[in-house]
């Protein structure tokens, strides 16, 4: 599976930006889509999931209320709409594919939990 992560950009403080990630095919092992970012000389951490099959999200407390996460199952296509962007948002962000299956989408917040990876998308926030 090749996901292709876009729409990133330089946005000011307050803007919104969303977030595409397309996947090259289809497939019925896809359980979970994931958001990841990195900043620079920071770790990855972990954004938003989503359970493709039910539509259960999870948020990091950071986006809670400002970020969301979608699927369109036609396009095999997930979104992540950000709102009210902060300087603290900008970092590269990549989206993943978890093929395997799980219990909770809630728990499904380390990079160790996906199995493809985007080649990520960068989102600048100026203050």
């Known amino acids: 599976v090749q996901l292709q992560a876009s729409g990133g950009g330089l946005v000011q403080a307050g803007g919104s930006l969303r977030l595409s990630c397309a996947a090259s095919r289809r497939t019925f092992s896809t359980y979970v889509m994931g958001w990841f970012r990195q900043a620079p000389g920071k770790e990855r951490e972990f954004v938003a999931a989503l359970s493709w099959s039910g539509g259960s999200t999870v948020y990091a407390d950071s986006v809670k209320g400002r970020f969301t996460i979608s699927r369109d199952n036609g396009k095999n296509t997930v979104y992540l709409q950000m709102n009210s962007l902060k300087p603290e948002d900008t970092a590269v962000y990549y989206c993943?594919?978890?093929?395997?299956?799980?219990?909770?989408?809630?728990?499904?917040?380390?990079?160790?939990?996906?199995?493809?990876w985007g080649q990520g998308t960068q989102v600048t926030v100026s203050s």
């Open positions: 993943a594919e978890r093929s395997r299956r799980f219990v909770l989408v809630a728990a499904m917040t380390t990079s160790d939990d996906y199995d493809y």
